[in-house]
């Protein structure tokens, strides 16, 4: 008796020794006593039906707030798992929550793949596996069968989908019943595939080799072969080949350097990149050849991006003279940011504080021309907020062949209404630009002699002199510096403004960039210091 009022006792001052009794013991099941009342249960997976005592009571996750104390029985149900049974205890001075593993109910399927007969017998097998439920959308990963090509495969119960896939084979599959504690047999026959290319395309449509740029064939090969990868020019004469090689798997690819045989590079123009291959007479009794082709286009003005801060695109405050190949187009967004003046201030105006912000658009109907429009918005914190809109047209007539020399003609216009000028450009009116660069490997140094009319101020232009460095390191950036010096002959007493910056392009996607910009300016005795930051996209075909 005094045993029994002992026990009774413990129970009621350490309720946990005797809060749950489970009748099995899976890894991840766990029973935990918390502050507060009632029951709460947790299942991997969830949405797993929850009978107490014989009655439904809901499903996974679920919480009981008000649940008698005392002893339950739980059961836990879900269709292609094993029913979960188990007891537990509650008290009126704790919360029992309980995290319950379900187990899945599984057979098996021992798998047995074969080559279809007369296939022929040095066609490299190596088969892939996976499987996945009659309902399912996608398959699990494949996976490698042995050397003897069976495998035996625990899977879920239910109807499942066995595919096999092979390099120069036809996909195979089968459907089987799995049932729980039971081994099924699948055998699964593959055929030789019908070789054939397709999907073919070439990036980029245009290619600078100057600056180390490659064109890449992609394209789909259905079974081993053997081919030759082959380039003509728009004569159709063969500048350039290498094979014969094997393919062994599904996704190929061939770069071109833009070079001949020789390794000399080639001069502008469209060619053709050209897959010829054939099975082997060991593979396959056809031995027909089979052809896959695609185009790009070697072009030495082939930037992608540029600024376009002084409207005429390029660096920064040096206007480049390369345009975009036809049919292409860039897209940004950005802002600068710190002390800027607006470009029709004069010596006694000060700095001005803002946000100024623009997006602008660079598209190249055809080949060597290129059209760019600036819309800008100033948001002046002291000012009137103003704003602004300017674009430009520039035909590039000298591309670099025998002497590395790109040159364009280009002229521009700007509206900008008060406070509404874009910040780093010449400011409102109409300029003439004559820019060119000499084009060193993956440098180009550029120097744009210009005139600009600022249309509120008379018929006398204003002379511009800028020059820079690019670096077109392309993937994954580009970087330039260049600065540019504003003479206003009209007014002895005015000092020459000067600009200079840097500027950075990095490419976290092929065609997505994020631009960077810092610099100074400086007029007589006043200077400043901006930053900028762009988002921006090209569409390059």
């Not at 005429?312 to 860039?330: D, E, M, W, Y």
Request: net charge negative; with cysteine.
């Amino acid at each position: 008796m005094r045993i029994t009022i002992i026990f009774l006792i413990l129970i009621c001052l350490f309720p946990c020794f005797s809060s749950a009794k489970e009748i099995s013991n899976i890894i991840g099941d766990t029973f935990e006593e918390t502050s507060g009342k009632g029951l709460e249960i947790r299942t991997n997976p969830s949405a797993v039906k929850v009978f107490i005592d014989g009655a439904e009571r809901g499903v996974t996750p679920i919480s009981f707030d008000s649940i008698a104390s005392g002893e339950h029985q739980i059961k836990l149900s879900k269709d292609g798992y094993k029913d979960r049974v188990f007891n537990v205890v509650l008290f009126n001075t704790s919360r029992l929550v309980v995290s319950i593993e379900m187990k899945e109910e599984q057979g098996s399927v021992k798998v047995s793949v074969a080559k279809a007969p007369g296939s022929p017998e040095k066609l490299p097998f190596k088969p892939l596996i996976s499987s996945k439920a009659i309902t399912d959308t996608i398959g699990t990963q494949p996976n490698e069968l042995p050397s003897d090509n069976t495998i035996l495969l625990n899977l879920p119960v239910g109807y499942r989908t066995i595919e096999v896939m092979a390099f120069g084979w036809e996909d195979a599959s089968v459907t089987v019943l799995i049932e729980e504690n039971k081994t099924v047999s699948a055998d699964i026959i593959m055929r030789p595939v019908k070789f054939k290319m397709e999907n073919g395309f070439v990036v980029p449509r245009y290619f600078n080799p100057k600056k180390g740029s490659t064109a890449t064939f992609y394209f789909m090969v259905s079974a081993p072969a053997l081919a030759t990868f082959s380039v003509f020019d728009e004569n159709g004469k063969c500048v350039y080949q290498e094979g014969p090689f094997m393919f062994n798997m599904s996704a190929q690819r061939e770069s071109w350097n833009g070079r001949d045989s020789s390794g000399n590079i080639l001069p502008e123009g469209v060619y053709t990149l050209s897959v010829e291959a054939y099975m082997p007479k060991e593979y396959s009794n056809n031995e027909e050849h089979f052809i896959i082709t695609g185009e790009t286009e070697i072009s030495y003005s082939n930037y992608a991006y540029f600024s376009t801060d002084s409207v005429v695109s390029g660096l920064t405050f040096a206007p480049l003279p390369q345009t975009l190949p036809g049919g292409n187009s860039q897209f940004e967004a950005g802002f600068i940011f710190n002390g800027f003046r607006t470009p029709s201030a004069d010596k006694e105006d000060g700095v001005i504080s803002g946000l100024p912000f623009k997006i602008s658009m660079r598209v190249s109907p055809v080949n060597k021309l290129e059209l760019t429009t600036v819309f800008n918005i100033n948001p002046l914190s002291e000012n009137q907020t103003g704003l602004g809109v300017s674009g430009s047209v520039k035909f590039n007539f000298l591309n670099s062949g025998a002497i590395p020399i790109v040159m364009s003609a280009a002229a521009s216009y700007s509206w900008a209404g008060t406070n509404g000028e874009l910040p780093l450009s010449p400011g409102r009116g109409l300029g003439l630009y004559l820019p060119l660069s000499l084009e060193l490997s993956k440098f180009s140094i550029a120097v744009c002699p210009a005139a600009f009319w600022h249309t509120h101020e008379g018929i006398t232009p204003e002379f511009l002199l800028s020059g820079g460095i690019m670096y077109n390191g392309g993937y994954p950036f580009s970087a330039g510096i260049s600065a540019r010096s504003e003479f206003n002959f009209t007014d002895n007493g005015q000092k020459p403004k000067i600009f200079a910056g840097a500027q950075v392009y990095y490419f976290p996607l092929y065609i997505l960039y994020i631009s960077l910009q810092a610099g100074m300016w400086k007029q007589g005795e006043r200077s400043g210091f901006y930053g900028g930051l762009g988002l921006g996209f090209g569409i390059v075909y």
